[in-house]
């Protein structure tokens, strides 16, 4: 039998709105980009999203004028149909 495998990051859960930072940008990319770049070769890619998950959920909350979007939290979301590791090797000359 043959499996299709995909995945795909949303930023947030559907329903629910995505922050970022009006200097440093959004969180959930912002998370993303740090950890490919100090960790992206060490593990697994659904490893590595779920540390920037924890990441963007413990150490960022919004920041708002408004009260009702003040210090609400983001989670970012996982969809996944893999069936095999996928792993970043170190880029060779």
């Known amino acids: 039998m043959w499996f299709q ?17 009006e200097e440093k940008g959004s969180y959930f ?13 060490d593990y697994d890619i659904l490893t590595l999203m779920t540390m920037v998950n924890h990441r963007v959920a ?9 009260e009702m979007y003040h210090d609400k939290k983001q989670i970012p979301c996982i969809h996944s149909t893999l069936t095999r590791r996928l792993k970043f090797n170190i880029k060779t000359k």
Do not use: A, H, P, Q
């Open 58 to 66: 413990i150490y960022f909350e919004s920041k708002s004028k408004k």
């Open 29 to 41: 990319v912002g998370s993303l980009c740090s950890m490919l770049d100090k960790r992206g070769t």
């Open 5 to 21: 495998s995909r995945y795909s990051r949303d930023s947030g859960t559907m329903g629910f709105l995505s922050f970022r930072n």
